[in-house]
């Protein structure tokens, strides 16, 4: 995949993670395609019946984080977290799917001028729930 570019920093998540080995040269083609297929392949076993969902939002940290803990303390062995950072007022949080649609209705509820975007994906990534399957990949690797 020689374009005349040299890469020297690549970043992702999940399947973006070997990607960015591909990229920059820390994985094979052949070697990277075995482990998105390993990953695929163990993710009915290892995730669970509840997938999850993601949200992404809008604010500064001390906002989400202030709406995230308002957000929990009405959820009953639920929660919601941050899964990644963006940037100042750039931030994906995740949960299940019903955690997730609570704060969803939560932000809308306040009337802020927070803003909000249902991600399409089809588990929640970078969350607790997503610990089993990074253990999973070790018999994969």
Known sequence: MDCGL?????????????????????????????????????????WGPERGNMLWVGTNMQKVSGILDSVNRRLIGDYVEIACYHGPESHVAVGSAMAIKRLEQFVASERSAVRTKKLRVTHGSLSEGSKKVQFGMETVV
């Not at 992702?12 to 990607?19: E, R, S």
């Not at 591909?22 to 163990?42: P, Q, W």
């Open 6 to 46: 040299q890469v020297c920093a690549a970043i992702g998540c999940p399947f973006g993670q070997l990607t960015a080995l591909y990229i920059s040269g820390c994985l094979s083609l052949k070697d990277a395609l075995e482990l998105v297929a390993g990953r695929a392949e163990i993710m009915p076993n290892h």
